[in-house]
């Protein structure tokens, strides 16, 4: 299968950064996310910082690695899982026992029970989330620290408290006549712990990008607007296509008093959109919608909720990952399929479909640079660590946040998350 590295070296020249071609350990401890496409992104305070792989796995070539990483799998057997996020390169998905997105992950874990490690192949959010689920007697690795998530960083504890603190000094906490309080607040899946726990305490919730329009009904029953976080596109796009105007969907800008709002603007709000987004996502144009279509005519195109509205409006089909997946697959041999997400996910979506013609959006090799972070050096350090006994780069949650996450967490499977939530768009 071709991996991001392969098509570095064929064709550097497309590559949002030519760094792309070493290892992740050459950027693991510069300063911001390093190469890919939240390159220019700033690493907020405080965040997972990086750590350096010891020299010896970063010297080691790719049969050395997969000898080592295949011997710890046998050696550790059914006390061991790995899962692989979507968007993780092919190195590293051929290793993993299970491949989702970040909630099929966490269960996908419950269903090994035996496992006493889980090794998350993924970011940092969803080792945590991972943590949030697993039986107490498993643990959780991230095999490479600096795996966060850019957009998970953008909403911070501190920041949405205080933004919390002034809804709340607006708007009170009693219900109307309704029966609905002033604000729920929404945290996406692709959040720390502590926001999880935050809307637990405050009678909120989780959403994924699967089922963010079955949780914004449920937050509208009870709340007479919802402080979305921290994608501000998936909450406009998911929003607008319940009807929600713009007009009723101001951004807060946590640097800014009030978020950047007059009172006026946010008493008239339904959904308050924090200043998030995906630097991957955010990547995908109108103007590469029209190029494809000029290219292929008949082309049909579908973007991940994560891109912007404008894009989301000019596709035919917008969807989760796990949509994507299932839309390539059930397509007619023979379709064409211009697809908005990442660039790892895309490429394999083609590789299991070689009837099909799919292709990403973006013409230039952009992956997600915090999930290109976990290589199978990574991956070989962790395992032979356990084989050792030692225990490498686990992520834990407090008990006291776990709970409080999980109870947002709870209302999200009470809520009856749909299997299958794209639309025509
Ligand atoms: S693709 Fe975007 S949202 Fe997903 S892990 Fe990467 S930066 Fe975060």
Redesign the pocket.
């Known amino acids: 299968m071709t991996s991001v590295n392969d098509l570095v070296v064929a064709r550097p020249a497309e590559t949002c950064d030519t760094d792309l071609a070493e290892g992740p350990w050459v950027f693991d401890t510069v300063p911001g996310y390093g190469p890919g496409s939240?390159e220019l992104d700033v690493i907020p305070e405080p965040v997972i910082r990086p750590g350096q792989l010891p020299p010896a796995y970063q010297r080691m070539d790719e049969a050395e690695l997969h000898a080592r990483i295949a011997a710890a799998k046998e050696t550790l057997g059914e006390r061991l899982v790995i899962l692989g996020h979507f968007?993780q390169r092919d190195e590293v998905v051929r290793y993993a026992d299970f491949v989702g997105d970040s909630f099929q992950l966490a269960n996908a874990a419950l269903t090994r029970p035996d496992a006493e490690t889980i090794v998350f192949c993924g970011?940092h959010f969803m080792a945590e989330t991972a943590d949030i689920l697993a039986r107490e007697e498993q643990r959780v690795i991230l095999p490479n620290l600096a795996a966060g998530?850019?957009?998970?960083d953008m909403a911070d504890e501190a920041s949405v408290e205080a933004c919390w603190e002034q809804l709340v000094a607006r708007f009170g906490t009693e219900p109307d006549a309704d029966g609905r309080v002033p604000v729920i607040p929404v945290t996406y899946m692709?959040s720390s712990a502590a926001l999880k726990a935050f809307c637990g305490r405050n009678g909120g919730i989780v959403c994924t990008s699967s089922n963010a329009r079955t949780v914004l009904e449920w937050a509208f029953e009870r709340g007479q607007r919802v402080l979305f976080f921290p994608d501000q596109h998936l909450g406009r796009n998911t929003a607008k296509a319940m009807g929600v105007p713009l007009e009723e969907m101001p951004m807060w800008n946590p640097r800014k008093e009030l978020g950047g709002n007059s009172p006026e603007q946010l008493d008239d709000a339904r959904v308050i959109l924090w200043h998030g987004f995906?630097?991957?996502?955010k990547r995908f144009t109108t103007a590469q919608i029209d190029a494809a279509r000029e290219e292929h005519p008949g082309v049909r195109v579908i973007v991940h909720p994560?891109c912007p509205m404008p894009v989301v409006d000019a596709a035919d089909e917008t969807g989760s990952t796990d949509y994507i997946r299932r839309a390539v697959a059930e397509a007619a041999p023979g379709s064409v399929l211009a697809i908005g997400t990442?660039i790892n996910l895309v490429n394999r979506l083609a590789a299991e479909h070689p009837d099909k013609t799919v292709f990403c959006l973006d013409p230039v090799i952009c992956p997600?640079s915090?999930?290109y972070r976990i290589h199978p050096g990574y991956l070989a350090w962790v395992l032979d660590g356990l084989v050792e006994g030692e225990v490498r780069n686990e992520i834990t949650v407090d008990e006291h946040v776990a709970r409080d996450a999980r109870v947002a967490l709870e209302r999200m499977l009470a809520a009856l998350p749909q299997p299958l939530t794209g639309a025509r768009a």
Do not use: L, Q
Request: hydrophobic share 30%; proline share 0%; charged share 10%.
């Open positions: 939240s968007y970011v998530c850019s957009m998970a692709n995906c630097s991957v996502h994560e990442e997600c915090t999930m």
